[in-house]
């Protein structure tokens, strides 16, 4: 229960739902509890032969506290839906804002925190672990305070009528009390297997439709398919488990209900010889009973919803309780001059605890284009992600502008920069929205999107599609071939008109003349815009201002393209080399 009380805070800001939603189940448990009291005085009148002396009075007295018994209903009902919309309603602005919170906070994380962690988790957190938390803010707080206040009155209005017979017929409840904690406890432990289940269960279904063309192209449908039929068959199994439980839970609870009902007919039956309870009280105590039903048989749902809730509130608790590495403190107007320095970094990924650079010392000057080469694994996209501190530098600094780049607006300098990332991402939108994207102006002019499309050169591949700039991409742009989602990123990238531009091998799926094409381009703005192309091709690179040539994290070669032929080092090697291969 302690993973709730995270959500005493949405209880202050919508403390005037839930007081009226007390108020509507106080006013609306009075007149159910009147009724059983109404009746109690029906009985006795019409066994009271003074009162009455012929047929007709009879009738009229049956007619009297009929009609009061419905206006009573009438009233029970209106003020029980008043209850309903206002619990019922806190319970999904609750949901409304905890989801919206849950969405923000990941946004805040850093990278490493999704490489830790599976997308279809991410996704049952904020989905299934939220619904079942709105069931315990919602019907779960309902059923309670519905239960504590209409016992209460019962309890009250039995003991008026007969203490004695109270107390006997609530015998019961102190079993009933005992199995609600011992049952409890493992509904909570069966609830959270449940739940972990579930997670694996989204993953599964999310990884498998993102990569249902390399299933299909592997000839994995079978196997796929066996894997997801093991995940919810284990599903269903822990969730059968726990529906046993409540299954069980719930008769035992109306045993106990009926229990006190034959108590009520026996016991009372034997006190009316003595004149201690009329039969009118009896009937009454029926009534009461029967009343109590419901609330105490939901008594055992309820505590699954809670212990649910709570499985879940913890689950979500350890997400919301993860800080990102760095937060943005720096909150100033930033312009970015152009300038990059990196002295003696070195970096080791924290979870894995490879070590990515070592040492690493270059800088940029505004305009320049810089270069940075070398084999699979060697580093390369690491400096970028450093750059926009999407991890920490283990040791040595990053200079941006001469600033330390933890002491930046990082918010500012990422607004002035454009990232083509290697793994290209496309939304499932129309191609001119996935272009403004990358636009800090909401004002995008259709000539401003054929600008970029024609530098990036897909322009004419945009045109050739029916629906031109409105065509509406697949998941991950799926209906693109690689070199067209390359050449939209880069397009998007250019439309921010960034004073610093990373292309992280973002040309590898372009033939030659395509990538000079792209490159020309580039190139006529390259004064007024740093820019860093990592690449495994030397074609993509020859023409930077400054080489670095990486192996293990650390700098090997470097120079310009020419320096590094010359030098007839590993770089030359690796020109020769692909140019035979091209050839």
Known sequence: ????????????????????????????????????????????????????????SAIWLSLKLGGIYILLSVLKGFFLFLMRQTIIIMSRLIEYDLKNEIFKHYEKLDLAFFKRNATGDLMNRISEDVGLVRMYIGPGIMYTVNLIVLSGMIIFQMAQISGKLTFFVLLPLPLMSFLIYKVSSRINRMSKKVQEE????????????????????????????????????????????????????????????????????????????????????????????????????SVGWVTSIIQRAAASQKR??????????????NHTPFNFEGEIEFQNVSFVYPDTGIKALENLNFKIKKGDTLAIVGRTGSGKSTILQLLMRQYHVSSG??????????????????????????????????????????????????????????????????????????????ERGVNLSGGQKQRVSIARALLRDPKLLLLDDCLSAVDTETENTILSNLHKNHKQRTTIIVSH??????????????????????GTHDDLISSDGRYAEMYRKQLDKNQ
């Not at 979500?316 to 403190?329: A, G, V, Y």
């Not at 636009?439 to 031109?468: G, R």
């Open 316 to 329: 979500i608790n350890e997400f919301l309780e993860t800080k990102p590495e760095f937060e943005n403190t």
């Open 198 to 297: 579930q997670s694996v269960l989204s993953t599964i279904a999310q990884e498998t439709f993102a990569g249902i063309r390399i299933i299909k192209a592997y000839n994995r449908d079978r196997e796929t398919s066996d894997k997801f039929s093991k995940s919810t068959n284990e599903y269903k199994n822990r969730s059968m488990k726990l529906v046993i439980t409540n299954a069980l839970f719930l008769p035992t609870m109306i045993f106990l209900i009926g229990l006190s009902t034959l108590v009520t007919i026996y016991l009372g039956g034997l006190m009316t010889y003595d004149k201690q309870i009329s039969l009118g009280g009896i009937v009454a105590f029926i009534f009461f009973v029967n009343n109590l039903t419901w609330p105490f048989a």
């Open 537 to 558: 091709r030397i074609s993509t690179i020859r023409n930077a201002n400054y080489i670095l040539l990486l192996d293990l994290g650390k700098v090997i070669e470097q």
């Open 397 to 474: 600094k990053i200079l941006i502008d001469g600033k330390d780049i933890q002491s930046i607006n990082s918010d500012g300098f990422r607004n002035e920069a454009g990232i083509v990332p290697q793994d290209v991402f496309l939304f499932s939108d129309s191609i001119s929205n996935n272009l403004k994207f990358g636009s800090i102006d909401s004002n995008v002019t259709e000539e401003q999107l054929i600008e970029v499309t024609k530098a990036a050169h897909v322009y004419e591949n945009i045109m050739n599609f029916p629906d031109k700039f409105e065509t509406i991409l697949g």
């Open 1 to 56: 229960m302690k993973s709730l009380r995270y959500l005493n805070k949405y209880f202050v800001k919508y403390k005037w739902y839930f007081l009226l939603g007390i108020v509507f189940t106080i006013i609306s448990n009075y007149f159910g509890v009147k009724m059983p009291i109404y009746v109690k005085d029906a009985v006795d009148n019409l066994m009271n032969e003074t009162e009455i002396t012929n047929f007709e």
